[in-house]
Structure formats: structure tokens, C-alpha cells
């Protein structure tokens, strides 16, 4: 499982602890697997407060250790400028690892396929990491930013 904190540095925030229901406005959750590992609002494991978005790997379905298709999207937003950073904290709640890939979209109406892979990040940790990601090839694009856990094979 991975849990984090993110923001679009100096542009657009979200705690996950202003809204008292998950996914917060505007953000979209796709479970295009149908399983049962899915994006949700933890309301313990915070970095500095007390929510997070956390997503389950999909441990319990044999070969499947390697796949997820769960994104968590947020709304629309527009990098402005030449340095703009998306950054946001991350840690693994136990031992086993996955990895966390980062897409975008610059489509109106995103469709799973219309993202592209920007960075994936193998989460181990369990203690939490500050990461921050270039947008700088997005500057006055507006796009879509997807988050989706993969579980690593045992």
C-alpha cells in the first residue's frame, strides 16, 4: 500500500484534509481492473495532519502480483511558468514494496489509454519521502495527473 500527500508547488494544493469525503472535488478514482484494490481517504496515516489517499495492492488474486489499474486523477490543472514542480510525499505503510507511477494527460476528456507515464518511483520506504517531478514540458498546457500503485511480485 502507498499513502501520500501531494501538490503542484506555488499553483494548487490538496491535503486530503478539507473535505470530509474521498475523492475530493473534481478528482477522479478509475478501478478499470474491478478488483478490490482501490484508492480511498486514510484517516490515520497523514503526513502532517491526519488523511492521506492510499491505495491496496492486488494481493489475493493469483497472477496478478504485477498489475493494478487503479489511478487516482486529479482535476485539471495548468503548470505555469518554467520551474513548476509537482510535488507530493509518499511512504509504505509495510514491508512488502510497489511502485508508484505518475502519468499525464493532456486530453479535454482524459481516457485511461490518453495518459503518458512521466516517472514511476519503487516505494519501500516506509517512512515518508518528499518527491518532486519536473512539469516544465507542460508549461500553459493544462493536463490531468494520474497516480497508480503497482504491487511488486513476491
Same mark, same amino acid.
Given at each position: 500500500?502507498?499513502? =501520500?500527500?501531494?501538490?503542484?508547488? #506555488?499553483? &494548487? ?13 473534481? &478528482? ?5 481492473? /474491478? ?6 481517504? $486514510? ?8 488523511? #492521506?489517499?492510499? /491505495? =491496496? ?12 489499474? $487503479? =489511478?487516482?486523477?486529479? %482535476?485539471?490543472?495548468?503548470? *505555469?511558468?518554467? $520551474?513548476?514542480?509537482?510535488?507530493? &510525499? ?7 514494496? /510497489?511502485?508508484? $507511477? +505518475? ?9 485511461? %489509454? #490518453? ?7 519503487? +516505494? ?19 493536463? =490531468? ?5 503497482? *504491487?511488486?511480485?513476491?
Amino acid at each position: 500500500m502507498v499513502i =501520500y500527500i501531494l501538490l503542484l508547488c #506555488s499553483a &494548487w494544493t490538496e491535503s486530503f484534509e478539507t473535505q470530509n469525503y474521498f475523492p475530493p472535488n473534481d &478528482w477522479i478514482i478509475v478501478n478499470e481492473d /474491478c478488483l478490490d484494490a482501490v484508492w480511498y481517504r $486514510d484517516v490515520v496515516e497523514g503526513h502532517t495532519g491526519i488523511h #492521506s489517499a492510499t /491505495c =491496496y495492492g492486488d494481493t489475493l488474486y493469483s497472477g496478478l502480483d504485477f498489475t493494478n489499474l $487503479d =489511478y487516482l486523477i486529479t %482535476p485539471r490543472v495548468l503548470p *505555469q511558468g518554467p $520551474d513548476t514542480l509537482l510535488c507530493f &510525499w509518499y511512504r509504505a505503510s509495510g514491508s512488502a514494496g /510497489c511502485s508508484l $507511477d +505518475v502519468l499525464v494527460s493532456t486530453s479535454t476528456l482524459p481516457t485511461m %489509454p #490518453s495518459f503518458s507515464l512521466v516517472q514511476t518511483l519503487y +516505494v519501500a520506504e516506509t517512512l515518508w519521502i518528499q518527491q518532486m517531478i519536473s512539469l516544465n514540458a507542460y508549461s500553459g498546457v493544462p493536463i =490531468y495527473i494520474s497516480f497508480r500503485t503497482r *504491487q511488486i511480485g513476491r
